[in-house]
């Protein structure tokens, strides 16, 4: 009963990727409200963007290794 679960290489990568893509949902919707609100500096808002540019890339990096190449 107390087996401890392990995870395989796979399940991983998709709970990463799911973190991934929570972390770029909460990013846009700061970005959101900084650039709504009128308070968010220019700096602020551009490394919140380039911060969310690297998550996608990452999220993208990731969604490749986890589908399968199919030869059509």
Do not use: F
């Not at 919707?29 to 996608?56: C, N, P, Y």
């Amino acid at each position: 009963m107390n087996a401890p679960m392990e995870l395989n290489s796979e399940e991983v990568l998709r709970i990463k990727l799911e973190v991934l893509r929570q972390e770029h949902r909460d990013l846009d919707d700061a970005i959101h409200v900084l650039e709504t609100s009128g308070r968010g500096d220019q700096l602020t808002l551009r490394r919140l963007k380039k911060q969310k540019l690297a998550l996608k890339d990452q999220i993208a990096r990731l969604s490749d290794l986890l589908t399968p190449d199919i030869i059509a």
